[in-house]
């Protein structure tokens, strides 16, 4: 990937983490990644950039205040609640997928297949932020993956839930789940 490529990224990412008033976290991704990180974890980086913004925000919680006692929403908060998880879905989406078309070698689909073949006892904060991106694992036969990039790493996510083998589903990424997570936290701050 050039420079230029994650330039572009870097751009991409950050227009749709702050397009939704929710979503408060910018990150900043030097051109020198590139050449760092190579093309190889791309997409792994991408998904841990992604996975920190979404922790530092509170994860997939959705919502701003809290409500006290048993009182139910109504008519207007009850509908720009809705909106604004339409918008923040739509803008992860979005990011998912900038970062699905420059990971050329699928080392983010295979980081988030190894994440989840690991026992979640032993997981980071970091690489559950990474799993909580897309939902809860699909068995295969149960439920149908949503289309887009969120589709994708939610069947890789489930590939390896299922105790799948994450090398030989995507053979192009070079690196292991733990090396892919080492290059991944060499570039969180």
């Known amino acids: 990937m050039t420079g230029l490529g994650w330039r572009r990224m870097k751009t991409q990412v950050e227009s749709s983490l702050t397009q939704t008033p929710s979503i408060m976290a910018t990150i900043t991704v030097g051109a020198g990644i590139a050449a760092a990180a190579g093309v190889a974890v791309a997409g792994a980086v991408g998904l841990g950039l992604l996975g920190l913004a979404a922790g530092s925000r509170g994860g997939r919680r959705r919502g701003g205040r809290r409500r006290q006692g048993n009182f139910r929403r109504f008519g207007r908060e009850a509908g720009e609640e809705v909106r604004q998880q339409q918008e923040e879905q739509e803008a992860l989406e979005r990011t998912l997928e900038l970062i699905r078309v420059e990971d050329v070698t699928g ?26 991106l897309v939902g809860p694992s699909v068995r295969p036969g149960e439920g149908l993956l949503p289309p887009g990039a969120t589709g994708d790493y939610l069947a890789a996510k489930s590939l390896g839930a299922a105790g799948g083998d994450c090398g030989l589903a995507f053979p192009e990424c070079p690196l292991g789940g733990t090396q892919l997570m080492d290059q991944v936290m060499a570039y969180l701050p």
């Open 107 to 132: 080392c983010g689909l295979r980081l988030m297949c190894e994440l989840a073949a690991t026992p979640s006892e032993t997981l980071l904060q970091e690489q559950m932020a990474i799993l909580n």
